[in-house]
Nanobody, 126 residues
Framework: QIYLAESGGRLVQAGDSLRLSCLASGRSFLSYAISWFRQAPGQERDFVAS????????DYADSVKGRFTISRDNSKNTVFLQMNGLEPEDTAVYYC???????????????????WGQGTQVTVSS
């Protein structure tokens, strides 16, 4: 079992940048692809970005391409989500999730994932 804990969410203004962190513990971090999802009130939990075990394969939702960057530091068991040019539409609870197939980036659907963090709130004011 891998355990995940997100941090870094807060209230920001439109156009600002923010970096979220996802710290993993438990089973080998290198055994998992890690993804970020987000969920706005009354909405589905949507895929945002994903990264494979080495960082050599990444994937992004169209809505965040060019603005968000996912990366990982395996020496610190941490995945980051750098968010630039934030928009009010980015307001949501952001979750990181682990999928036990390390060699490619993760899938687009929440049910494909084995473990989830508790989430961190990002609010972007206009």
């Amino acid at each position: 079992q891998i355990y995940l804990a997100e941090s870094g969410g807060r209230l920001v203004q439109a156009g600002d940048s923010l970096r979220l962190s996802c710290l993993a513990s438990g089973r080998s971090f290198l055994s998992y692809a890690i993804s970020w999802f987000r969920q706005a009130p009354g909405q589905e939990r949507d895929f945002v970005a994903s990264i494979n075990f080495s960082g050599g394969s990444t994937d992004y939702a169209d809505s965040v391409k060019g603005r968000f960057t996912i990366s990982r530091d395996n020496s610190k068991n941490t995945v980051f989500l750098q968010m630039n040019g934030l928009e009010p539409e980015d307001t949501a609870v952001y979750y990181c999730a682990a999928q036990a197939h390390p060699y490619k980036s993760g899938g687009y659907y929440a049910h494909e994932y084995d473990s989830w963090g508790q989430g961190t709130q990002v609010t972007v004011s206009s």
